[in-house]
Structure formats: C-alpha cells, structure tokens
C-alpha cells in the first residue's frame, strides 16, 4: 500500500478527478450486483414454483425447463463469486441458500376457522332397523 501512496500525484484537482471516476465506477459496480441479485432471486423463486407445478400434462417439459433454470442460476452464482471481494467463508449462507419470496402465497383452506368459544350442537342420527321405502332389513 506504502507504494501506491507514493505513486499519487500531488495535484488535488487530479485527485478530486481520480475519486469522482472511482465513484462512478464504483456505483455502476453496485448497479450490476443488484441487477445480478434480482436476477437471481427471480430464478430460485421460478424454480420454486416450477418445483411445485411437477406433476401435470406437462411434466417433462417443466422438468428441463428446472434443470436449465437451475445450469443458469449456477452459471450466476459463479460468476457472482468470482466477481465477490469477500472471501467465500465470509459471504452469508443464508442469503445464498434461502429462495427470495416476493409476495407470500396463500393457502387454500377446506373449512372455514371457527373459534373455540363458539357453541357446538351435536346430533346424532339414527338410521333404524327398516328401511323407509320398502320396509326391508
């Protein structure tokens, strides 16, 4: 580090200059980690829900589809790492791991929620011995 301090020009217009380019290229670096994190959340998020459309008429042609969706979102994944300057020990898991949802699914109950102080009534049928209709057993 000692020699690239000494490598600086003296001039603070030109080092005014040199921190403005920097930060340009700094921002646009940023742009492209966003762009590359969103894609990549799209991509788990599709092959989540491609994961649970499996069984169907079409089935196999969503089985390739998940297999190349999965080749793409490990091609970005790579390349994400390769452009990292953490180390890999450094970079979160959980991040790398979990599927990002944008907005939560709902869930399809069969019985509406009833609450536990509502009066219950319970009726019990009897069938009888005979039937109605034709007097048989």
Excluded: W, Y
């Excluded at 894609?39 to 169907?56: D, T, W």
């Excluded at 080749?71 to 790398?96: C, F, M, Q, R, Y």
Aim: charge should be negative; charged fraction near 30%.
């Amino acid at each position: 580090m000692s020699n690239a301090s000494q490598n600086l020009p003296d001039d603070p217009t030109f080092l005014k200059a040199m921190i403005a380019a920097l930060q340009a290229e700094n921002a646009k670096m940023s742009a492209t980690l966003q762009a590359h994190d969103q894609l990549i959340g799209e991509l788990r998020l599709r092959i989540a829900k491609l994961k649970k459309q499996v069984f169907g008429k079409s089935s196999e042609k969503i089985e390739r589809e998940i297999q190349q969706l999965e080749l793409a979102l490990e091609d970005l994944l790579i390349a994400a790492a390769e452009n990292s300057t953490k180390p890999l020990d450094e970079v979160d898991e959980a991040v790398l791991a979990a599927p990002v949802a944008s907005t939560p699914e709902k869930t399809m109950r069969r019985r509406p929620r009833v609450s536990e102080k509502a009066a219950r009534e319970r009726k019990e049928l009897d069938p009888g011995t005979c039937c109605p209709d034709c007097g048989g057993e």
